[in-house]
């Protein structure tokens, strides 16, 4: 399996969009009117979510592919997709909070819908690598996994149409996230961000696959050579072990 | 398949009957958090959006119990293998399992519910019960949908009764949402306020889809 190709090309991808984002944030994109210059948060921020939960959504259906086919890469696939969304959305926590104390005066705001939808996601989705953890059977461990993976992915856009309708008819949204209303340069700026953004996951995404196969197809060479007293026994993780 | 789902529920209720494992318990959990609730909270009575929230929190935690116990007999007596091994279809489990769960849920609001109005609601339910009884009944099902499903996931894990809550409780958080926004109005102090009808819609979308995700995925849990 070689998950190494076109690493290069988007390696140097992301690199350039990312810099040239934050160039464009830094000297191009406009400070906001009402908020000032923290406002720019907004092209780290909101990237970082959305690129977040669409990991989230691509574990899924990497899930589902896995159920399909039964092939174990896909369940590598998932896996990494979710572990590396999982750490954005950390940051995506963090950026959100700074800017909610910049912009409402508070860490941590109730009433925005989206705020709140990301947070219960998240705490799904830290249940995810305990329940691998927690399963030995490596077949019954990815199964299991795609399952949750699957529920997960679906459970995302739901519980943002549940949040959002509990406040929206109470409170007027305050922020229009989808950029319906921003002057061409902040807009311009925001894709560029998105599209680095997106870049980056994928990127990292495909390293991490690169790296977790090298190492599942060095054990596999090295038990061919020693045998399997030769080996030492694997730890109990998370990640995938075969392939 | 109708007879392999009946023939699963008799076998559960049975169970439930001669070893009294789930309900009961079940039961004193809700009845003590309502005396947590008074005691946590200091008050003598709830009403409102308040009430609507202790109640919905109370019977989520309470059902987060069923489903710990759900597959266990399963699990630990062979039930899995002998369930494996029958011509049935393996559909058929989860049906009768989320109807068994389904069952506990409204035997345990049965009386959960009453207490609740005796024990902290300031004004009777008498005039909002249809509404009432409507949400409960959605509600139910959502939650006994999830919980068979995250109940067969984890029972399979070395860390079950902490895996399934940290797993079921984010997953019931749209539940949780739509029966209290759906209660509250109901439960205020002086008549009902008018009951807000999309949330039951809410309540039927949500049931809708992961049911049908639980019927499409449950199956893989099974394999051997």
């Known amino acids: ?243 | 398949m109708r007879a392999t789902v009946a023939a699963l529920i008799r076998k559960d209720l049975q169970l439930e009957r001669r070893s009294f494992e789930s309900v009961p318990a079940m039961l004193m959990f809700s009845v003590t958090a309502f005396v947590l609730f008074h005691f946590g909270l200091d008050r003598g009575a709830l009403a409102g959006d308040l009430a609507s929230g202790v109640l919905w929190v109370t019977l989520l935690l309470a059902a987060v119990l069923g489903m710990n116990r759900l597959f266990v007999a399963e699990r630990e007596q062979g039930g899995f293998d002998g369930f494996l091994m029958a011509p049935v279809d393996r559909t058929a489990l989860f049906v009768a399992k989320a109807v068994v769960l389904f069952a506990f849920l409204c035997a345990v609001e049965l009386v959960a519910v009453p207490a609740f109005v005796v024990l902290l609601l300031e004004p009777g339910i008498g005039q909002a019960l249809p509404e009432l009884l409507a949400v409960l009944v959605l509600a139910n099902l959502g939650i006994a949908i999830v919980g068979t499903l995250i109940g067969a996931l984890g029972v399979q894990t070395r860390a079950r009764d902490l895996i399934i809550p940290l797993m079921a409780l984010p997953l019931l958080v749209p539940v949780v949402i739509a029966a209290a926004e759906a209660t509250a109005p109901l439960l205020e102090s002086g008549g009902a306020d008018p009951f807000p009808v999309r949330w039951l819609g809410v309540l039927a979308l949500y049931d809708a889809v992961f049911g049908l995700l639980a019927y499409a995925v449950f199956d893989f849990l099974l394999e051997e």
């Not at chain 1, 149409?161 to 807009?187: D, F, I, N, Q």
Request: contains cysteine; hydrophobic residues 50%; aromatic residues 12%.
């Open chain 1, 1 to 243: 399996m070689t998950f190494g190709r076109g690493l290069r090309a988007l390696s140097i991808a992301s690199a350039v969009l990312i810099t040239g984002a934050f160039a464009l944030v830094f000297f191009w994109a406009p400070n906001d009117a009402d908020q000032g210059f923290v406002q720019k948060i907004f092209y780290l921020h909101v990237p970082l979510g959305i690129v977040t939960l669409c990991g989230f959504v691509a574990g899924g259906i990497f899930g589902i592919q896995h159920l399909r086919t039964g092939e174990r890469a896909h369940d590598l696939r998932s896996y990494v997709a979710i572990h590396i969304a999982l750490v954005l959305a950390v940051g995506v926590l963090i950026t959100g909070s700074i800017w909610a104390r910049a912009s409402w005066g508070q860490w941590w705001v109730w009433d925005e819908p989206t705020l709140v939808s990301f947070l219960i996601v998240f705490l799904l989705y830290a249940c995810y690598q305990p329940l691998r953890f927690s399963i030995e059977d490596p077949e019954r461990q990815a199964r299991y996994a795609s399952v949750f993976a699957i529920v997960a992915g679906a459970f995302v856009p739901l519980n943002f149409l549940a949040v959002r309708m509990a406040e929206s008819l109470v409170h007027p949204r305050v922020l229009s996230t989808t950029g319906g209303a921003m002057p061409g340069e902040m807009r311009t700026t925001f894709l560029v961000a998105l599209v680095g953004m997106a870049c980056l996951f994928v990127t990292l995404w495909k390293y991490e696959l690169a790296s977790k196969s090298a190492s599942i197809q060095l054990r596999s060479l090295k038990r061919r050579l020693a045998g399997d007293d030769g080996l030492a026994p694997l730890s109990r993780s998370a990640a995938p072990q075969q392939l």
